[in-house]
């Protein structure tokens, strides 16, 4: 049993302790973070079914007047882990990762910190192998993580030149107060950090893209132009989709008019919090242009991170080393591709 | 075991039938809708928990077609139950009324139909007796059940003379692409029919307001103005409202910020769905204007309704003949009031 | 010729700055900023018509760069000026007040610097002669302005003892993205500042009021239980505010159905930048409740405190010293009340 | 001096009326509507700039009612005019084609009609001769029309193969209450019409695209993908787009942050209504995607198809016959390009 814990328990971070505590394989000693959050007091009215680990000493008044049961310090928690999940805001990893490295311990990044905290920049289809038995690890972003999913779906069939992409990105989580853009379409200088972050994982595609924010909050919704190396047809771009654990195929024909019915269905299959940690594509988007590939993608940003996360786990902690392996045992472990 | 049917599986109807499946002296034999809708292919995906019927025999080769399980016609599941639940859309149930009659079974309503259809306009703390035994009870729409609540709790501590209104109503549900609103409030004649419907069930109360649409979709939020029979003071008003199993006193100091945060807080609660059975009263709202109490209540509009129509079953069936056991038990089968 | 300056050339500012240029016995001498904006950027593709002044030295370049012709300093406006009108970011007034005071110049500071920075906070209608020659004004904020311009309509008929009030807020301005919010309404602590700010300005009635902030960009909409002194119908209510040169009386019926409606009426009127002077109030959102009024205005937030500023003007250099008179000739300029 | 009048004074029928009044070799004889709407109200507070013709005699008694001045029929409109702009509601205009063809007059629709509607699918820069001396004409829907501006600006520069983009389509007009989307995101069967449209005009290029419905009022974003016949550099595409008359190059770097700025700066221009001629395309958004070149236009919904309808009419009334030349004084009474 490898054993994990979470530091910054927000958005990322509960839905983290929940993958981790559905993985058969793994035990979660424990989550960290600085104040009683709404997250925080949820996880007490809920009795505490995760320890609670205090990242900021000074809040210790603040979260025993909340009546939330401390368990420790962050530095308590590291001390009694193999591996710690790093889900703080953009930033303070990097300042957390000396409490990692002062106990040798493991960690794994989020997409908000800098490349440089990490050895390495990790997918899990992508390049699992180069995240065997490293120490620091950072994930790609909700947005890349999806993309790439998709991306590496068809390079395994035919090889991928070049892709351009259109990121229609939601601005804020539901219950963002901190963040938001009301009425508003707003531009991103291009190319987007999500087509740079693609070519530093798989570096012989070439990627470009704009990024536009849109103010909602259930899901991006990404165009890809995809130039393969040889002409592929639609059905067989639809075929390698449907075959894929972590890509969901939806229809617009079936009632999947959005991100946000994506989000309802979700809530209404029971998932907690109305989480999905599959990609959408819908096949009624999938067009040709020229002997290009055209398709959209939703991605849910609160929980795609989640399964590629827990690859990250099987391979800096060498639990499996072969890729293939690693991601069919997180798969199976959340229950991915059983729908189909 | 009272045997209940729900007629109509969208937003209300699942959770109407997952609210059903709690009371223990109740059984769920079955949910009826017409069409192989998100909520329906959910049901599928999940290994149909509930047994579907076909409420619309032109639709059986659609379903099929789509893979439903289909136990039946919606008159083979009337002829099963004591007492149907009937959340289709407005105006249909006026339609279905005549199947129930005819089995000579009980049914409720939701407050999309018009009074007529019922015998009695029902809410489950304001006026339960007057629902025993009969046979066609209509619902409080969310709105007017969640605010008659919070009346209803004032009115037994006090006398509320009079209360004016300002409903700032969400516009869609989470999904919803059928209507919608972008960058505008709308306004409706006053009194708005929120006032009326209460002054129906309450009518030693005079009631107005006003009803303004925004473009949200994660409760409506109501102020009210309320006019007591004589002085009261604040902290006796928190004490009331804290005194409720259906009131959550919540405190924008702890990070409730506004609907959003409650729907937030719901899903990392782990109810399903991030749905909340409570409405919310803000602590910091409450302030005096002279004699009279004004606050600010949320409406989790998917949910609401559902405490008040188990209610219902239980008035309509006789099973409890009084008010404060049938609602205790309600109470009790659906956990609220346990996380105080 | 009163001859006008303006510091801070954004929403407010602009709009101060057209509004001096149309009264007749006013002269706008410039209009200062500190960085080429996009209302800088306008202002010199519309060929220069007010001239402009750089508020900050170390942009100068940046200024020129853009192609701005830059006519002098912040200081160098405020010397050839009789008053300033400071519409800068909160605080920044406070700062500038300073300079105003080393050249013993008047000015006008805009709802968002603290009270302190004035000699009198004013409203146009409802304390007019408290501002006759102050040297330093501070308006009500678009909010507050707005509402005393109703509350003050009727205290004028029939004697207003208390008002409970509900702001639906708009919560940012068309174009921006430095704020917003998105699918959230939020709620502030009770009682806003809007009530406390009318108490300021009339100590004679009681005020309460709950602010709820929503995504929208045009009008907040303020809802208004007012306990008269005396019983009033809803017939004298209606033509106290049809008498009002600030206050347009709109229907449902012919259209008007929300802050949207009433943003594109000033558009298809051609009305510069698409503002309103005037707040609306619904014909069919006035009801009885008991003795009290309630209603709902329409506040269009970029334009409603052009009137009373100019007001501020003529109380401040004392051009009129009774306000009845100042209100009127700033009514004529600004052409309010002739579309009835 | 050609005679014009306008049928349906909505949205687009309102801004086509002002555009024509701008045409010094044109008159505008009147404009026609159905009902005492927000626009028609807004002309009699004007004073009637423009006479009004009622379309539906049956409405004859409520256009009095509302003090509307009533000049005559449709039908009598008609008599008295050279051309016909046809901006009714989809499906009228091809009804109201029977009155015109009556008369034997010219009439062109907008791109809600069917293209059967009319002889020719029109756009002043793509196809302009295909109009001259037509009788019916359609012009292209407003994401097209400023969509062909590019590509064609491109096309001649380079030659143009093929375009795959993405719309980014804003889903109401500010202060539409009959249609709106609320915090999703809603998505097209593809290939959407505005590709097909493309293909329509400029057979040589192949088209296809993904269109996304997004909850804003201000603006179209379009990414386009375009494949040149040969290599063309970032700046060669920049010259081309700079030299256009109907497309504004901005600078993100100048504050110009999405579709709102551009409103915002449309209104701070003091243009009528805050309407804008030009497209928008991001400097920053261009970038090269291996041969092809990737960048995002902004179309301004309400206002982007007056200079082509105005083309249309020196089309069909031969007034130029060439295309050149019709663009030419068009931009040159509408003051397209005046800004540079």
Redesign the interface.
């Known amino acids: 049993m490898v054993k994990v814990g979470v530091a910054g328990y927000g958005v990322i971070g509960?839905r983290l302790a929940d993958g981790v505590a559905l993985q058969k394989d793994m035990e979660l000693v424990g989550v960290a973070d600085i104040a009683?959050?709404?997250?925080v007091?949820?996880?007490k009215?809920?009795g505490m079914p995760y320890k609670f680990y205090n990242s900021l000493p000074e809040n210790q008044k603040l979260l025993e007047d909340?009546g939330i049961p401390v368990s420790g310090t962050l530095e308590d928690l590291v001390q009694q882990v193999d591996i710690m999940l790093d889900a703080t805001s953009a930033g303070i990893g990097a300042k957390n990762k000396e409490i990692y490295a002062k106990y040798n311990k493991k960690a794994i990044f989020q997409g908000g910190e800098k490349n440089s905290v990490a050895d390495v920049f990790f997918h899990g289809y992508a390049n699992y192998e180069k995240g065997v038995g490293k120490q620091f690890l950072k994930l790609t972003s909700c947005n890349t993580t999806g993309l790439i999913r998709a991306v590496d779906c068809l390079d395994r069939v035919v090889g991928i030149?070049?892709?351009?992409i259109?990121i229609?990105r939601?601005?804020?989580?539901?219950?963002?107060?901190h963040?938001?853009?009301?009425?508003?379409?707003?531009?991103?200088?291009?190319?987007n950090h999500q087509a740079v972050d693609l070519m530093t994982i798989m570096p012989h595609i070439?990627a470009?893209?704009?990024l536009?924010?849109?103010?909602?909050?259930?899901?991006h919704?990404i165009?890809v132009?995809a130039?393969p190396k040889k002409k592929i047809s639609k059905d067989e771009v639809l075929k390698a989709f449907n075959s894929h654990d972590r890509i969901r195929v939806v229809r617009?024909a079936?009632?999947?008019?959005?991100?946000?019915?994506l989000?309802?269905?979700a809530?209404?299959?029971?998932n907690?919090?109305?989480d999905m940690y599959e990609i959408a594509i819908?096949e009624?988007?999938?067009?040709?242009?020229?002997n290009?590939i055209?398709?959209?993608i939703n991605i849910p940003q609160e929980s795609v991170v989640i399964p590629e996360t827990m690859d990250a786990i099987r391979a800096a902690m060498e639990m499996q080393t072969n890729g293939a392996e690693g991601v069919a045992i997180t798969n199976k472990y959340l229950g991915m591709g059983k729908?189909k």
Chains 1, 2, 3, 4 share one sequence.
């Open positions: 509960q009683p959050t709404l997250a007091r949820a996880l009215e809920k909340a030149e070049k892709v351009a259109t229609i939601r601005v804020a989580d539901p219950g963002d107060y963040r938001g853009l009301t009425n508003a379409l707003q531009i991103d200088k291009a190319p070439n470009t893209g704009i536009v924010h849109t103010p909602v909050t259930h899901g919704i165009t132009v130039t617009i079936d009632g999947f008019l959005g991100n946000a019915s989000f309802r269905y809530r209404d299959l029971g907690p919090r109305g819908w009624e988007s999938i067009v040709e242009s020229g290009d055209m398709f959209a729908w």
